[in-house]
Protein backbone atom coordinates (compact mmCIF):
# COMPACT_ATOMS: atom_id res chain seq x y z
CA UNK A 1 0.00 0.00 0.00
CA UNK A 2 1.45 3.49 -0.96
CA UNK A 3 1.20 5.88 1.88
CA UNK A 4 1.55 9.45 0.03
CA UNK A 5 -0.03 11.00 3.60
CA UNK A 6 2.93 9.77 5.24
CA UNK A 7 5.26 11.28 3.07
CA UNK A 8 3.94 14.38 3.90
CA UNK A 9 4.41 14.34 7.33
CA UNK A 10 7.43 13.43 6.93
CA UNK A 11 8.54 16.11 4.93
CA UNK A 12 7.58 18.14 7.75
CA UNK A 13 9.56 16.75 9.98
CA UNK A 14 12.46 17.49 7.87
CA UNK A 15 11.32 21.08 8.18
CA UNK A 16 10.76 20.97 11.56
CA UNK A 17 14.61 19.77 12.06
CA UNK A 18 16.08 22.37 9.92
CA UNK A 19 14.51 24.53 12.25
CA UNK A 20 15.81 23.34 15.08
CA UNK A 21 19.44 22.43 13.95
CA UNK A 22 19.47 26.07 12.43
CA UNK A 23 18.72 27.41 16.25
CA UNK A 24 20.47 25.06 18.35
CA UNK A 25 24.75 24.85 16.51
CA UNK A 26 26.77 27.79 16.62
CA UNK A 27 28.92 26.36 13.59
CA UNK A 28 28.14 24.27 10.62
CA UNK A 29 27.13 21.37 11.84
CA UNK A 30 28.24 17.71 10.39
CA UNK A 31 26.95 13.88 10.04
CA UNK A 32 28.91 10.97 9.17
CA UNK A 33 27.43 8.16 7.34
CA UNK A 34 28.58 4.57 6.63
CA UNK A 35 27.04 1.78 4.62
CA UNK A 36 26.99 -1.95 5.17
CA UNK A 37 25.65 -4.19 2.51
CA UNK A 38 23.89 -4.60 -0.47
CA UNK A 39 22.75 -1.93 -3.10
CA UNK A 40 19.25 -2.06 -1.85
CA UNK A 41 21.28 -0.36 1.52
CA UNK A 42 23.22 2.08 -0.41
CA UNK A 43 20.34 3.23 -1.56
CA UNK A 44 18.34 4.29 1.20
CA UNK A 45 21.68 5.22 2.83
CA UNK A 46 21.73 7.91 0.13
CA UNK A 47 18.20 8.74 0.85
CA UNK A 48 19.16 9.17 4.24
CA UNK A 49 22.17 11.46 3.86
CA UNK A 50 19.60 13.61 1.36
CA UNK A 51 17.54 13.94 4.60
CA UNK A 52 20.48 15.07 6.79
CA UNK A 53 21.48 17.57 4.32
CA UNK A 54 18.25 18.99 4.00
CA UNK A 55 18.13 19.75 7.88
CA UNK A 56 21.24 21.70 7.49
CA UNK A 57 24.44 18.93 8.43
CA UNK A 58 27.06 19.04 5.76
CA UNK A 59 28.61 15.67 5.46
CA UNK A 60 32.71 14.83 6.67
CA UNK A 61 34.41 12.18 5.85
CA UNK A 62 35.55 11.04 10.05
CA UNK A 63 33.55 10.42 12.90
CA UNK A 64 35.58 13.00 15.07
CA UNK A 65 34.15 15.72 12.86
CA UNK A 66 30.67 15.30 13.34
CA UNK A 67 27.96 15.81 15.29
CA UNK A 68 25.55 13.49 13.81
CA UNK A 69 27.17 9.69 13.12
CA UNK A 70 25.11 7.46 11.24
CA UNK A 71 25.32 3.58 10.15
CA UNK A 72 23.13 1.53 7.65
CA UNK A 73 23.60 -2.06 8.80
CA UNK A 74 23.98 -5.34 7.63
CA UNK A 75 23.74 -8.56 8.75
CA UNK A 76 23.69 -11.07 5.95
CA UNK A 77 26.61 -12.55 7.39
CA UNK A 78 28.77 -12.05 10.96
CA UNK A 79 30.94 -10.06 9.79
CA UNK A 80 28.83 -7.35 9.36
CA UNK A 81 27.47 -7.71 12.77
CA UNK A 82 31.20 -7.36 14.46
CA UNK A 83 32.74 -4.47 12.49
CA UNK A 84 29.45 -2.35 13.99
CA UNK A 85 30.36 -3.36 17.16
CA UNK A 86 34.32 -2.27 16.59
CA UNK A 87 33.36 0.90 15.10
CA UNK A 88 30.56 1.46 18.39
CA UNK A 89 33.61 0.67 20.50
CA UNK A 90 35.61 3.57 18.35
CA UNK A 91 32.87 5.97 18.72
CA UNK A 92 32.57 5.31 23.10
CA UNK A 93 35.51 7.28 23.14
CA UNK A 94 34.35 9.85 20.87
CA UNK A 95 31.20 10.54 22.85
CA UNK A 96 32.85 10.71 25.87
CA UNK A 97 34.69 13.83 24.71
CA UNK A 98 31.67 14.97 22.58
CA UNK A 99 28.91 14.34 24.65
CA UNK A 100 26.28 15.93 22.55
CA UNK A 101 27.44 14.20 19.33
CA UNK A 102 23.87 11.90 18.10
CA UNK A 103 25.22 8.30 17.34
CA UNK A 104 22.42 6.81 15.30
CA UNK A 105 21.82 3.29 13.81
CA UNK A 106 19.27 1.78 11.31
CA UNK A 107 19.02 -1.51 8.34
CA UNK A 108 19.21 -5.01 8.72
CA UNK A 109 20.72 -5.67 12.04
CA UNK A 110 18.29 -3.83 14.11
CA UNK A 111 15.64 -6.13 12.62
CA UNK A 112 17.35 -8.72 15.20
CA UNK A 113 16.38 -8.85 18.63
CA UNK A 114 18.95 -10.00 20.61
CA UNK A 115 21.12 -6.88 18.66
CA UNK A 116 18.72 -5.05 20.01
CA UNK A 117 19.24 -6.16 23.54
CA UNK A 118 22.79 -5.72 23.33
CA UNK A 119 22.67 -2.15 22.29
CA UNK A 120 20.32 -1.38 24.88
CA UNK A 121 21.88 -2.95 27.64
CA UNK A 122 25.94 -2.28 26.57
CA UNK A 123 26.28 0.89 24.16
CA UNK A 124 22.90 2.93 25.60
CA UNK A 125 25.49 5.93 24.61
CA UNK A 126 23.58 5.06 20.82
CA UNK A 127 20.76 7.58 20.45
CA UNK A 128 18.79 6.50 17.93
CA UNK A 129 17.73 3.13 16.56
CA UNK A 130 15.08 2.37 14.15
CA UNK A 131 14.96 -0.72 11.64
CA UNK A 132 14.04 -1.79 7.94
CA UNK A 133 10.14 -1.48 8.13
CA UNK A 134 9.73 2.21 9.81
CA UNK A 135 12.85 3.46 7.89
CA UNK A 136 10.63 5.97 6.22
CA UNK A 137 9.65 7.42 9.54
CA UNK A 138 13.32 8.29 9.59
CA UNK A 139 12.80 12.68 10.29
CA UNK A 140 9.83 12.12 12.75
CA UNK A 141 12.34 9.67 15.04
CA UNK A 142 15.45 12.13 14.39
CA UNK A 143 13.41 15.08 15.34
CA UNK A 144 12.29 13.16 18.97
CA UNK A 145 15.68 12.31 19.42
CA UNK A 146 17.05 15.73 18.81
CA UNK A 147 14.58 16.51 21.43
CA UNK A 148 15.36 14.39 24.00
CA UNK A 149 18.92 12.87 25.88
CA UNK A 150 17.55 9.29 26.09
CA UNK A 151 18.21 6.36 23.98
CA UNK A 152 15.44 5.70 21.53
CA UNK A 153 14.74 2.47 19.97
CA UNK A 154 11.96 2.35 17.29
CA UNK A 155 12.07 -1.42 15.46
CA UNK A 156 8.85 -2.27 13.59
CA UNK A 157 8.09 -6.79 12.49
CA UNK A 158 6.52 -6.18 9.78
CA UNK A 159 4.34 -3.12 7.67
CA UNK A 160 3.11 -3.17 4.44
CA UNK A 161 4.29 0.33 3.53
CA UNK A 162 5.42 1.63 0.71
CA UNK A 163 6.41 5.76 1.25
CA UNK A 164 7.53 7.56 -1.80
CA UNK A 165 9.10 10.42 -2.85
CA UNK A 166 11.94 11.15 -0.02
CA UNK A 167 15.29 13.36 -0.87
CA UNK A 168 18.29 11.68 -1.78
CA UNK A 169 21.53 12.27 -2.15
CA UNK A 170 22.92 10.59 -5.11
CA UNK A 171 26.59 9.76 -5.47
CA UNK A 172 26.50 10.10 -9.00
CA UNK A 173 24.20 12.55 -10.96
CA UNK A 174 24.33 10.46 -14.18
CA UNK A 175 23.64 7.07 -12.56
CA UNK A 176 21.30 5.42 -9.67
CA UNK A 177 19.46 1.96 -8.48
CA UNK A 178 15.63 2.31 -7.81
CA UNK A 179 14.07 -0.18 -5.94
CA UNK A 180 11.22 -1.44 -7.43
CA UNK A 181 10.31 -4.30 -4.37
CA UNK A 182 11.11 -4.85 -0.98
CA UNK A 183 11.33 -7.91 1.12
CA UNK A 184 11.96 -11.25 0.22
CA UNK A 185 9.83 -14.95 0.29
CA UNK A 186 11.72 -17.40 -0.38
CA UNK A 187 13.81 -18.31 2.72
CA UNK A 188 16.49 -20.12 1.37
CA UNK A 189 17.28 -22.07 4.76
CA UNK A 190 20.81 -19.90 5.16
CA UNK A 191 19.46 -16.80 4.93
CA UNK A 192 18.22 -13.75 7.31
CA UNK A 193 16.91 -11.53 4.56
CA UNK A 194 13.38 -12.99 4.61
CA UNK A 195 13.23 -12.39 8.40
CA UNK A 196 14.90 -8.40 8.53
CA UNK A 197 13.76 -7.31 5.23
CA UNK A 198 10.14 -8.83 5.50
CA UNK A 199 7.25 -10.32 3.12
CA UNK A 200 7.83 -9.12 -0.46
CA UNK A 201 6.04 -6.07 -1.82
CA UNK A 202 6.21 -4.67 -5.11
CA UNK A 203 5.96 -1.01 -6.08
CA UNK A 204 3.57 -0.01 -8.83
CA UNK A 205 4.84 0.20 -12.18
CA UNK A 206 4.02 3.79 -12.36
CA UNK A 207 5.54 4.96 -9.45
CA UNK A 208 8.55 3.53 -10.93
CA UNK A 209 8.18 4.74 -14.47
CA UNK A 210 7.42 8.29 -12.61
CA UNK A 211 10.84 8.12 -10.26
CA UNK A 212 12.66 6.87 -13.27
CA UNK A 213 11.37 9.87 -15.67
CA UNK A 214 12.28 12.31 -13.07
CA UNK A 215 15.92 11.13 -12.23
CA UNK A 216 16.05 11.05 -15.78
CA UNK A 217 15.23 14.72 -16.28
CA UNK A 218 17.65 15.34 -13.40
CA UNK A 219 20.53 14.07 -15.92
CA UNK A 220 20.57 10.32 -14.89
CA UNK A 221 20.91 8.21 -17.89
CA UNK A 222 21.85 4.64 -16.32
CA UNK A 223 19.58 2.38 -13.50
CA UNK A 224 19.93 -0.16 -11.78
CA UNK A 225 16.17 -1.80 -10.85
CA UNK A 226 16.79 -3.25 -7.59
CA UNK A 227 14.78 -6.33 -5.52
CA UNK A 228 15.90 -9.56 -3.77
CA UNK A 229 14.27 -11.36 -6.41
CA UNK A 230 13.05 -9.20 -9.00
CA UNK A 231 11.72 -11.90 -11.28
CA UNK A 232 8.86 -12.44 -9.07
CA UNK A 233 8.43 -8.62 -9.60
CA UNK A 234 4.48 -7.65 -9.83
CA UNK A 235 2.89 -10.83 -8.81
CA UNK A 236 1.60 -9.66 -5.79
CA UNK A 237 -0.25 -6.25 -6.85
CA UNK A 238 -3.81 -5.86 -7.39
CA UNK A 239 -3.02 -5.53 -11.43
CA UNK A 240 -0.03 -8.21 -11.48
CA UNK A 241 2.60 -7.65 -13.87
CA UNK A 242 5.85 -8.86 -14.94
CA UNK A 243 8.99 -7.98 -14.90
CA UNK A 244 9.69 -8.35 -18.26
CA UNK A 245 6.82 -6.00 -18.82
CA UNK A 246 7.67 -3.22 -16.20
CA UNK A 247 11.76 -3.81 -17.97
CA UNK A 248 9.95 -2.92 -21.73
CA UNK A 249 8.14 0.16 -20.02
CA UNK A 250 11.20 1.21 -18.67
CA UNK A 251 12.59 0.94 -21.92
CA UNK A 252 9.98 3.60 -23.37
CA UNK A 253 11.44 6.77 -21.22
CA UNK A 254 13.24 8.53 -23.31
CA UNK A 255 16.97 9.66 -22.47
CA UNK A 256 17.50 6.69 -20.66
CA UNK A 257 20.72 4.72 -22.15
CA UNK A 258 21.02 1.69 -19.94
CA UNK A 259 19.24 -0.33 -17.89
CA UNK A 260 20.58 -2.69 -15.39
CA UNK A 261 18.73 -5.24 -12.20
CA UNK A 262 19.30 -7.37 -9.13
CA UNK A 263 18.86 -9.81 -8.25
CA UNK A 264 17.84 -12.60 -10.07
CA UNK A 265 16.25 -16.25 -8.85
CA UNK A 266 17.32 -18.89 -11.43
CA UNK A 267 14.07 -20.50 -9.98
CA UNK A 268 12.10 -17.50 -11.48
CA UNK A 269 13.61 -16.48 -14.23
CA UNK A 270 11.14 -16.60 -17.13
CA UNK A 271 11.79 -16.80 -21.16
CA UNK A 272 10.02 -13.94 -21.52
CA UNK A 273 12.42 -12.02 -19.62
CA UNK A 274 15.25 -14.15 -21.50
CA UNK A 275 13.69 -12.46 -24.67
CA UNK A 276 13.06 -8.95 -23.52
CA UNK A 277 16.75 -8.64 -22.92
CA UNK A 278 17.50 -10.15 -25.87
CA UNK A 279 15.70 -7.88 -28.06
CA UNK A 280 16.23 -4.50 -25.75
CA UNK A 281 17.98 -1.57 -26.81
CA UNK A 282 19.36 -0.17 -23.30
CA UNK A 283 19.03 -3.31 -21.16
CA UNK A 284 22.84 -4.18 -20.23
CA UNK A 285 24.23 -7.92 -21.82
CA UNK A 286 24.88 -8.73 -17.25
CA UNK A 287 23.01 -11.09 -15.75
CA UNK A 288 24.01 -11.67 -12.04
CA UNK A 289 22.53 -14.73 -11.17
CA UNK A 290 23.62 -16.52 -8.03
CA UNK A 291 23.99 -20.12 -7.79
CA UNK A 292 25.06 -20.39 -4.52
CA UNK A 293 26.23 -24.21 -4.86
CA UNK A 294 26.61 -26.64 -7.22
CA UNK A 295 25.42 -29.97 -5.50
CA UNK A 296 22.05 -30.35 -6.20
CA UNK A 297 21.55 -32.46 -2.71
CA UNK A 298 22.93 -29.13 -1.07
CA UNK A 299 20.74 -26.79 -3.40
CA UNK A 300 18.08 -29.15 -1.68
CA UNK A 301 18.94 -28.33 1.40
CA UNK A 302 19.55 -24.76 1.03
CA UNK A 303 15.46 -24.62 -0.14
CA UNK A 304 17.18 -23.06 -3.52
CA UNK A 305 14.64 -24.92 -5.57
CA UNK A 306 16.54 -26.02 -8.80
CA UNK A 307 19.37 -28.39 -9.18
CA UNK A 308 22.92 -28.61 -11.01
CA UNK A 309 21.04 -29.55 -14.13
CA UNK A 310 18.72 -26.98 -14.09
CA UNK A 311 20.87 -24.18 -13.69
CA UNK A 312 23.64 -25.62 -16.07
CA UNK A 313 20.14 -25.69 -18.31
CA UNK A 314 19.96 -22.15 -18.22
CA UNK A 315 23.08 -20.90 -18.17
CA UNK A 316 22.82 -22.88 -21.48
CA UNK A 317 19.44 -21.07 -22.85
CA UNK A 318 20.59 -17.45 -21.78
CA UNK A 319 23.78 -18.18 -23.42
CA UNK A 320 21.78 -19.16 -26.53
CA UNK A 321 19.48 -16.25 -27.09
CA UNK A 322 22.07 -13.54 -26.29
CA UNK A 323 25.78 -15.19 -26.92
CA UNK A 324 27.57 -11.87 -25.48
CA UNK A 325 26.04 -12.17 -22.11
CA UNK A 326 28.20 -11.15 -18.84
CA UNK A 327 27.06 -13.64 -15.94
CA UNK A 328 28.36 -13.59 -13.13
CA UNK A 329 27.03 -15.35 -9.76
CA UNK A 330 27.44 -15.73 -5.59
CA UNK A 331 28.69 -19.07 -4.08
CA UNK A 332 28.57 -20.04 -0.40
CA UNK A 333 30.83 -22.24 0.28
CA UNK A 334 30.79 -24.96 4.01
CA UNK A 335 26.88 -25.08 3.92
CA UNK A 336 26.08 -27.62 7.01
CA UNK A 337 26.78 -30.92 5.93
CA UNK A 338 28.38 -29.63 2.48
CA UNK A 339 30.79 -33.01 1.06
CA UNK A 340 33.81 -32.77 -0.63
CA UNK A 341 31.73 -34.34 -3.73
CA UNK A 342 29.09 -31.92 -3.10
CA UNK A 343 31.92 -28.92 -3.54
CA UNK A 344 33.42 -31.03 -6.69
CA UNK A 345 30.18 -30.49 -8.18
CA UNK A 346 30.40 -26.53 -7.46
CA UNK A 347 33.84 -26.10 -8.75
CA UNK A 348 32.14 -27.89 -11.96
CA UNK A 349 29.40 -25.66 -12.54
CA UNK A 350 31.91 -22.60 -12.67
CA UNK A 351 34.01 -24.79 -14.52
CA UNK A 352 31.49 -24.97 -17.21
CA UNK A 353 29.41 -21.67 -17.05
CA UNK A 354 32.45 -19.28 -17.44
CA UNK A 355 31.09 -16.36 -15.53
CA UNK A 356 33.01 -12.56 -15.29
CA UNK A 357 32.74 -12.59 -11.57
CA UNK A 358 31.80 -14.95 -8.67
CA UNK A 359 31.39 -13.71 -5.84
CA UNK A 360 32.31 -15.87 -3.00
CA UNK A 361 31.32 -16.27 0.66
CA UNK A 362 31.88 -18.29 3.63
CA UNK A 363 28.39 -20.13 4.89
CA UNK A 364 27.99 -17.59 8.01
CA UNK A 365 25.39 -19.10 10.98
CA UNK A 366 22.93 -16.81 11.37
CA UNK A 367 20.34 -17.82 14.19
CA UNK A 368 17.12 -17.86 13.64
CA UNK A 369 17.30 -19.33 9.84
CA UNK A 370 16.89 -23.49 9.51
CA UNK A 371 20.45 -23.77 8.96
CA UNK A 372 21.62 -22.54 11.91
CA UNK A 373 20.20 -25.57 13.20
CA UNK A 374 22.08 -28.01 11.16
CA UNK A 375 23.87 -30.10 12.99
CA UNK A 376 26.72 -30.71 10.68
CA UNK A 377 28.22 -27.44 10.67
CA UNK A 378 31.79 -28.15 8.53
CA UNK A 379 35.31 -27.46 10.76
CA UNK A 380 36.39 -24.11 9.85
CA UNK A 381 39.75 -25.56 8.08
CA UNK A 382 38.02 -27.59 5.81
CA UNK A 383 36.28 -24.82 4.60
CA UNK A 384 39.01 -22.37 4.37
CA UNK A 385 41.06 -25.15 2.17
CA UNK A 386 37.62 -25.08 -0.22
CA UNK A 387 37.17 -21.65 -0.34
CA UNK A 388 40.87 -21.46 -1.48
CA UNK A 389 40.18 -23.60 -3.82
CA UNK A 390 37.14 -22.14 -5.30
CA UNK A 391 39.14 -18.50 -5.29
CA UNK A 392 41.85 -19.76 -7.40
CA UNK A 393 39.61 -21.50 -10.08
CA UNK A 394 36.77 -18.46 -9.86
CA UNK A 395 39.95 -16.18 -10.08
CA UNK A 396 41.39 -18.64 -13.36
CA UNK A 397 37.90 -18.49 -15.20
CA UNK A 398 37.47 -14.50 -14.77
CA UNK A 399 40.59 -13.98 -16.49
CA UNK A 400 39.74 -16.11 -19.04
CA UNK A 401 36.39 -14.57 -19.48
CA UNK A 402 37.49 -11.10 -19.47
CA UNK A 403 39.91 -11.97 -21.84
CA UNK A 404 37.11 -12.27 -24.69
CA UNK A 405 37.22 -8.68 -25.01
CA UNK A 406 41.01 -8.15 -25.22
CA UNK A 407 41.68 -5.71 -28.59
CA UNK A 408 38.03 -5.01 -28.55
CA UNK A 409 36.63 -0.99 -28.81
CA UNK A 410 33.46 -0.63 -26.18
CA UNK A 411 31.45 2.19 -24.98
CA UNK A 412 31.84 3.30 -21.35
CA UNK A 413 29.85 5.24 -18.67
CA UNK A 414 32.70 7.30 -17.19
CA UNK A 415 32.65 6.97 -13.37
CA UNK A 416 34.71 8.67 -11.89
CA UNK A 417 38.58 9.88 -11.68
CA UNK A 418 40.71 6.99 -10.34
CA UNK A 419 43.11 7.32 -7.36
CA UNK A 420 45.75 7.94 -10.01
CA UNK A 421 45.27 11.40 -10.96
CA UNK A 422 44.61 11.80 -14.90
CA UNK A 423 43.71 8.16 -15.30
CA UNK A 424 39.83 7.83 -15.21
CA UNK A 425 37.00 4.63 -14.60
CA UNK A 426 34.42 3.78 -16.49
CA UNK A 427 32.26 0.02 -17.00
CA UNK A 428 31.09 -1.48 -20.28
CA UNK A 429 27.19 -2.83 -20.50
CA UNK A 430 28.94 -5.99 -19.16
CA UNK A 431 29.84 -4.23 -16.18
CA UNK A 432 33.56 -4.92 -17.35
CA UNK A 433 35.59 -1.97 -15.19
CA UNK A 434 37.91 -0.11 -17.66
CA UNK A 435 40.78 2.69 -16.83
CA UNK A 436 42.32 5.10 -19.23
CA UNK A 437 43.93 8.79 -19.32
CA UNK A 438 41.14 11.22 -19.87
CA UNK A 439 39.43 14.34 -18.39
CA UNK A 440 37.15 15.58 -15.66
CA UNK A 441 34.70 16.72 -18.86
CA UNK A 442 33.91 12.80 -19.59
CA UNK A 443 32.26 12.40 -16.24
CA UNK A 444 28.67 11.20 -16.63
CA UNK A 445 29.61 10.77 -20.35
CA UNK A 446 29.39 7.56 -22.81
CA UNK A 447 32.73 7.21 -24.62
CA UNK A 448 34.20 4.42 -26.69
CA UNK A 449 37.01 3.10 -25.35
CA UNK A 450 40.15 0.50 -27.19
CA UNK A 451 40.49 -1.82 -24.21
CA UNK A 452 44.48 -2.75 -24.56
CA UNK A 453 45.37 -4.53 -21.14
CA UNK A 454 43.73 -7.04 -19.55
CA UNK A 455 44.71 -6.73 -15.95
CA UNK A 456 42.52 -9.81 -14.73
CA UNK A 457 38.97 -8.41 -13.29
CA UNK A 458 39.50 -4.86 -15.01
CA UNK A 459 41.01 -3.25 -18.42
CA UNK A 460 43.49 -0.49 -18.88
CA UNK A 461 42.46 1.09 -22.08
CA UNK A 462 42.89 4.45 -24.53
CA UNK A 463 40.30 6.92 -25.96
CA UNK A 464 39.20 6.43 -29.42
CA UNK A 465 36.48 8.78 -29.89
CA UNK A 466 34.85 10.77 -27.66
N1 LIG B 1 26.35 -17.10 4.79
C1 LIG B 1 27.13 -16.80 3.72
N2 LIG B 1 26.68 -16.14 2.65
C2 LIG B 1 25.37 -15.78 2.64
N3 LIG B 1 24.64 -15.13 1.72
C3 LIG B 1 23.38 -14.99 2.20
N4 LIG B 1 23.28 -15.54 3.41
C4 LIG B 1 24.51 -16.05 3.71
C5 LIG B 1 25.04 -16.76 4.82
N5 LIG B 1 24.30 -17.07 5.88
C6 LIG B 1 25.17 -14.71 0.42
C7 LIG B 1 24.42 -15.36 -0.73
C8 LIG B 1 23.66 -14.21 -1.33
C9 LIG B 1 24.59 -13.05 -1.03
C10 LIG B 1 23.97 -11.71 -1.10
O1 LIG B 1 25.03 -13.31 0.27
O2 LIG B 1 25.35 -15.87 -1.65
O3 LIG B 1 23.41 -14.36 -2.71
FE1 LIG C 1 18.07 -14.59 0.86
FE2 LIG C 1 17.27 -16.49 -0.84
FE3 LIG C 1 15.78 -14.25 -0.52
FE4 LIG C 1 18.15 -14.09 -1.78
S1 LIG C 1 16.33 -15.25 -2.49
S2 LIG C 1 17.38 -12.70 -0.16
S3 LIG C 1 19.38 -15.63 -0.67
S4 LIG C 1 16.19 -15.82 1.02
Redesign the pocket.
Known sequence: MINTQESKVQLEYIEKCKALVAERYDHQPAFFIQNAG?QMNSLQTETVAGIVKKMGYEEVSREEDADVVIYNTCT??ENANLKIYGHLGHLKSIKKQKKEMKIVLFGCMMQEPEVIEKIHKDYSFVDLVFGTHNFHKFPELFYRSLNTEGQIIDVWKESDEIVEGMPADRKYSFKTGVNIMFGCNNF?S????PYVRGREKSREPEAILQEIRELVADGVTEVMLLGQNVNSYGKTLENPITFAQLLQQVEEIEGLKRIRFM?SHPKDLSDELIETMAKSKKVCHHLHL?M?SGSSRILKIMNRRYDKEKYLELVQKIRTAIPDISLTT???VGFPGETEEDFRDTLDVVDKCDFDTA?T??????SG?P?AKMENQIPEDVVKNRFDRLLSLVQEKGRQASSRFQGTVQEILVEEESKEKGIYTGRTEYNLLVHFPGCRDLLGKYVKVRLDTCKGFYYFGTLVEE
Open positions: CVRCYCIVTPQDIIFFIYSKRTA
